[in-house]
T-cell receptor, first 117, second 115 residues
Framework: GAVVSQHPSRVICKSGTSVKIECRSLDFQATTMFWYRQFPKQSLMLMAT?????????EQGVEKDKFLINHASLTLSTLTVTSAHPEDSSFYIC?????????????FGQGTRLTVV | GENVEQHPSTLSVQEGDSAVIKCTYS??????FPWYKQELGKGPQLIIDIRSNVGEKKDQRIAVTLNKTAKHFSLHITETQPEDSAVYFC??????????????FGKGTKLSVKP
């Protein structure tokens, strides 16, 4: 199946700093990428939908100025957690759907474990 | 909007037995229903999916059934093995193939297969 690569897999940062997470579709063009947040033993909560070349659509309650999303190409979307605080510590996961065709399944990256100290 | 309920939250079976996980959805416009397996510390992996024009789909030991009238779908795993132990998520998508197509997830089922 299609491959979505997410980097880094783990990051520890100091409170107040910013962290960038990359999500790449390796073998297909992704018109749309999604960013999820997952707390321990909980389900995936959609944070935002990212469309190539346009502004991301954020879910209710998600601060767009804190979670900056850029989808500059059909194979790369980035999520930047700005001025991170301990409560931002979580597992962040991206997914991508292919540009066209019937097989527009959503494929997920490996996830990024963010720890803010 | 769409709401997906998943049961049970935990499921323990003996190796070789079958496991069934059930989900219900609320939005009749949803037309794509994938199932994901998530191992600890990893992203979800698509294991099987079904579209609203199909009632059942099977892939080796895994099968999914869909009842559009009742708005529920189920995952069936036969001949379970210890490596099937993981958290399983169902999801529904009201805009499959469209420009958005976000997935709404159930809360997950932690499956434990005992040797």
């Amino acid at each position: 199946g299609a491959v979505v690569s997410q980097h880094p897999s783990r990051v520890i940062c100091k409170s107040g700093t910013s962290v960038k997470i990359e999500c790449r579709s390796l073998d297909f063009q992704a018109t749309t990428m999604f960013w999820y947040r997952q707390f321990p033993k909980q389900s995936l909560m959609l944070m935002a939908t990212s469309n190539e070349g346009s502004k991301a659509t954020y879910e209710q309650g998600v601060e767009k100025d804190k979670f900056l999303i850029n989808h500059a190409s059909l194979t790369l979307s980035t999520l930047t957690v700005t001025s991170a605080h301990p409560e931002d510590s979580s597992f962040y996961i991206c997914s991508a759907r292919s540009r066209q065709g019937a097989n527009t399944e959503a494929f997920f990256g490996q996830g990024t474990r963010l720890t803010v100290v | 909007g769409e709401n997906v309920e998943q049961h049970p939250s935990t499921l323990s079976v003996q190796e070789g037995d079958s496991a069934v996980i059930k989900c219900t959805y609320s939005d009749s416009a949803s037309n794509y229903f994938p199932w994901y397996k998530q191992e600890l510390g990893k992203g979800p992996q698509l294991i099987i999916d079904i579209r609203s024009n199909v009632g059942e789909k099977k892939d080796q030991r895994i099968a999914v059934t869909l009842n559009k009238t009742a708005k529920h779908f189920s995952l069936h795993i036969t001949e379970t093995q210890p490596e099937d132990s993981a958290v399983y998520f169902c999801a529904a998508s009201p805009n499959y193939g469209g420009s958005q197509g976000n997935l709404i997830f159930g809360k997950g089922t932690k499956l434990s297969v005992k040797p």
